[in-house]
């Protein structure tokens, strides 16, 4: 079992940071991608920023720019900074991770979600 826990949500205003933080713990024996997802009201959950235990990075166009994903890999964690929020940034942030257990079974896992709500 993997479990993630998340923190860091809130409100804030437009323009305002936030940083989101991720911590996975369990039977792992890698995680090979981290990342976040975020779901707005009545739209489907969407792909945010994911980064790779090599470092490689990916973003969404709309956050390229504004939001950094970092990870430590030696405490099995995951960040998120985002600077310059704006109101369509609002929603539930998922922090995911896929990785392989010690037992050698590839997992996918999702943590419990963190609200983020920017203020116009």
């Known amino acids: 079992q993997v479990q993630l826990v998340e923190s860091g949500g809130g409100l804030v205003q437009g323009g305002g940071s936030l940083r989101l933080s991720c911590a996975a713990s369990g039977t792992i024996r890698s995680i090979n991608h981290m990342g976040w997802y975020r779901q707005a009201p009545g739209k489907q959950r969407e792909l945010v920023a994911t980064?790779?235990?090599?470092?490689?990075?990916k973003y969404a166009d709309s956050v390229k720019g504004r939001f950094t994903i970092s990870r430590d890999n030696a405490k099995n964690t995951v960040s998120l900074q985002m600077n310059s929020l704006k109101p369509e940034d609002t929603g539930v942030y998922y922090c995911n991770a896929v990785g392989v257990t010690t037992n050698y079974i590839a997992y996918d896992y999702w943590g419990q979600g963190t609200q983020v709500t920017v203020s116009s």
């Open positions: 980064i790779t235990s090599g470092g490689s990075t």
